[in-house]
């Protein structure tokens, strides 16, 4: 059947040639993180002009299959990482678990106070020292997440040195001593990718994100660091677990 036949039956044009490319996709053409042809290049294969594969791409892209890059192109993009919530959340195990490699990198460290709000969550006086460590977070170098984290100053001198040559918060809090904590509250809300953000995470502007809002405890229930990451919601899905 060819492409105007089809049309005719009733099946949009957009929707033909998005099926041609989940397809290539499927049976190999076209790779995780391959380019995939120009527009003009799509439209001649499928005898079609570029505003109905513009549309087709679009619709691949709302569904994660392929992520276009401004001024790049568009890229066969990867499956969501499936990220558990639980009472031991371990960013490097739950990408490792996936198949995927785990990078975590420093973006800057810096001191703070604790507001109202921070030294509720932590344990601590209004006004209390902290490390502010704002943290980017990669599966394959692919950006997953974005985070910021505030720890006593008093109780982790030093921290963000630390965190800079681990890349783990886990690694970070065995130097101090702590070799297993656990996750106390963990808050979900939806959100808009800000500037800052979307530069990071390698995101269009106006894309959404997951905002995750958490507190670790150590075993003794102790609060050790709180937590507040913004997450490409392209790219995860929470699994809520026990």
Same mark, same amino acid.
């Given at each position: 059947?060819?492409?105007?036949?089809?049309?005719?039956?009733?099946?949009?044009?957009?929707?033909?040639?998005?099926?041609?490319?989940?397809?290539?996709?499927?049976?190999? %053409?076209?790779?995780?993180?391959? &380019?995939?042809?120009?527009?003009?290049?799509?439209?001649?294969?499928?005898?079609?002009? %570029?505003? !109905?594969?513009?549309?087709?791409?679009?619709?691949?892209?709302?569904?994660?299959?392929? =992520?276009?890059? %401004?001024?790049?192109?568009?890229?066969?993009?990867?499956?969501?990482?499936?990220y558990p919530l639980r009472s031991r959340t371990r960013f490097s195990e739950i990408v490792g678990a996936d198949g995927?490699? *785990?990078?975590? /990198?420093?973006?800057?460290?810096?001191?703070?106070?604790?507001? %109202?709000?921070?030294? =509720?969550?932590?344990?601590? &006086? !209004?006004? #209390?020292?902290?490390?502010?460590?704002?943290?980017?977070?990669? #599966?394959? /170098?692919?950006?997953?997440?974005? +985070? $910021? $984290?505030?720890?006593?100053?008093?109780?982790?001198?030093?921290?963000?040195?630390?965190?800079?040559?681990?890349?783990?918060?886990? &690694?970070?809090?065995?130097?101090?001593?702590? +070799?297993?904590?656990?996750?106390?509250?963990?808050? @979900?809300? #939806?959100? @808009?990718?800000?500037?800052?953000?979307?530069?990071?995470?390698?995101? *269009?502007?106006?894309?959404?994100?997951?905002?995750?809002?958490?507190?670790?405890?150590?075993?003794?229930? &102790?609060?050790?660091?709180?937590?507040?990451?913004?997450?490409?919601?392209? =790219?995860?899905?929470?699994?809520?677990?026990?």
């Open positions: 059947m060819s492409m105007q036949d089809t049309a005719s039956s009733g099946v949009a044009l957009w929707r033909l040639v998005a099926d041609g490319i989940e397809r290539g996709i499927a049976d190999g %053409r076209f790779a995780i993180g391959d &380019k995939l042809p120009g527009e003009m290049e799509i439209a001649e294969t499928y005898r079609v002009n %570029r505003h !109905t594969v513009r549309r087709a791409l679009a619709a691949l892209a709302e569904r994660g299959i392929v =992520r276009a890059e %401004r001024g790049s192109g568009t890229y066969v993009e990867a499956q969501k990482l499936a995927r490699e *785990p990078h975590g /990198r420093m973006i800057e460290a810096s001191d703070d106070v604790a507001t %109202r709000e921070l030294a =509720r969550e932590l344990g601590l &006086k !209004t006004g #209390a020292p902290l490390v502010r460590i704002e943290a980017i977070r990669l #599966a394959d /170098r692919r950006p997953i997440c974005v +985070s $910021t $984290t505030w720890l006593s100053a008093e109780w982790f001198p030093g921290a963000g040195t630390v965190f800079s040559a681990t890349r783990s918060m886990t &690694k970070m809090l065995e130097h101090y001593g702590i +070799s297993d904590y656990r996750r106390g509250a963990t808050r @979900i809300t #939806a959100g @808009i990718v800000d500037a800052t953000d979307a530069a990071r995470l390698d995101l *269009p502007l106006g894309r959404p994100i997951l905002v995750v809002d958490a507190t670790d405890l150590d075993l003794d229930g &102790k609060p050790l660091l709180t937590k507040h990451s913004r997450f490409a919601a392209e =790219r995860v899905e929470f699994v809520v677990e026990p």
